[in-house]
């Protein structure tokens, strides 16, 4: 009787073992492409991948044209939005018929997110927008932020426009780094404060004051999210409202305790709420 008993429990937990699988296993993995923000590159998402990867998700960290170490061309010969989203758009064209895609954009990431998101509505399942711009239809990144946003971060000396001596536009932005300590990763591990100093370079400044041309039928069709850091300073929680309110998106999520940085100073609680998201 007692063996009947064990034999008769050990296949319960193997069809429980195998039911959990099914649910927890390749059915609810998920394909993420990370974004950065302003001088930033894939190197900043390098906790996010590991995690990710490791609870079985397949992701993708992209160096956009000129960031990082994508040497495709220097900072001040990209002059489009199209040029600067260049590797996003080759990667999400070159996925299979059938495959789908939850795009992740930080910060400045927010405006090649939402131009990819027109050119590949069929591609892309949901939109996650962390501490990040949303343009509408005819917006630039820069139009459709706060109107106080880069005044106060050039008066205070955050960042600075990069100029030609022929040119009446800068030709790109850096970020300062005496102040990015406090103003990007007030939060975050001194560590990774440090790599950071080490690796950002200039963006592109023409992407910035380019409008953008969102459509309904594409842009629109796409489930977009955004996450707020509670804790950022260089766009405050009250800049990442305005964002909202000017282009509401499906849910609003809040990291109380993140700076700027998630990927750096709250790691596994991003990871959880990209996953969580992309579950919807």
């Known amino acids: 009787m007692a063996l009947k008993w064990s034999t008769t429990t050990a296949a319960l937990g193997l069809i429980l073992l195998?039911?959990?699988?099914?649910?927890?296993?390749?059915?609810?993995?998920?394909?993420?492409?990370?974004?950065?923000?302003?001088?930033?590159?894939?190197?900043c998402w390098y906790k996010i991948v590991t995690l990710l990867k490791q609870k079985g998700h397949t992701v993708a960290a992209l160096d956009l044209t000129s960031n990082g170490i994508n040497r495709a061309a220097s900072t001040d010969q990209v002059k489009s939005i199209a040029h600067y989203a260049?590797?996003?758009?080759?990667?999400?064209?070159?996925?299979?018929?059938?495959?789908?895609?939850?795009?992740?954009?930080?910060?400045?990431?927010?405006?090649?997110?939402?131009?990819?998101?027109?050119?590949?509505?069929t591609k892309i399942s949901k939109a996650i927008f962390i501490s990040a711009f949303t343009p509408r239809n005819?917006?630039?990144?820069?139009?459709?932020?706060?109107?106080?946003?880069?005044?106060?971060?050039?008066?205070?000396?955050?960042?600075?426009?990069?100029?030609?001596?022929?040119s009446e536009l800068p030709i790109s932005a850096s970020l300062a780094l005496d102040h990015v300590k406090s103003y990007l990763y007030n939060k975050s591990p001194v560590e990774d404060a440090n790599l950071a100093e080490s690796l950002l370079t200039s963006t592109p400044f023409p992407i910035s004051v380019e409008f953008l041309k969102l459509s309904e039928e594409s842009y629109g069709s796409i489930r977009r999210f955004?996450?707020?850091?509670?804790?950022?300073?260089?766009?405050?929680?009250?800049?990442?409202?305005?964002?909202i309110a000017q282009n509401p998106p499906?849910?609003?999520?809040?990291?109380?305790?993140?700076?700027?940085?998630p990927f750096f100073s709250q790691p596994d609680q991003l990871c959880n709420l990209l996953i969580h998201i992309a579950t919807l």
């Not at 039911?19 to 590159?41: D, N, T």
């Not at 590797?87 to 990431?109: A, F």
């Open 86 to 121: 260049e590797p996003l758009l080759q990667y999400i064209g070159n996925l299979g018929n059938d495959e789908k895609v939850t795009l992740v954009g930080h910060s400045l990431g927010g405006c090649p997110l939402s131009y990819a998101m027109e050119m590949y509505p």
């Open 18 to 43: 195998l039911a959990f699988h099914v649910q927890e296993g390749e059915g609810s993995q998920h394909h993420f492409v990370l974004i950065h923000g302003l001088g930033h590159g894939a190197w």
């Open 226 to 243: 955004y996450i707020v850091l509670m804790k950022d300073r260089l766009f405050p929680p009250e800049y990442q409202e305005y964002s």
């Open 250 to 261: 499906e849910k609003v999520f809040k990291m109380h305790a993140s700076d700027h940085s």
């Open 138 to 166: 005819n917006q630039s990144f820069l139009s459709s932020a706060n109107p106080k946003t880069f005044p106060r971060l050039v008066e205070n000396g955050v960042v600075v426009p990069n100029m030609e001596a022929d």
